[in-house]
């Protein structure tokens, strides 16, 4: 998907950056939602293998 980058770059970001750890359990579910919090995911090149930049999830 192409996100653009914590500094302006225009990139790249994966789809299981985005979405981040799976939760096995509704337990665990629910813990993952409360403590949600912004995080950084790398942003990458056109090749999907370049890192070029960072990309802010939940922010």
Do not use: H, Q
Request: no cysteine; hydrophobic share 30%; glycine share 14%.
């Amino acid at each position: 998907m192409s996100a653009i980058g914590i500094d302006g770059t225009t990139g790249y970001v994966k789809k299981e950056d985005l979405d981040g750890p799976i939760p096995k359990t509704p337990e665990e579910a629910v813990k993952l939602t409360n403590e949600a919090k912004p995080r950084e995911i790398p942003l990458y090149d056109f090749d999907g293998e370049t890192v070029i930049g960072k990309f802010i999830v939940g922010g």
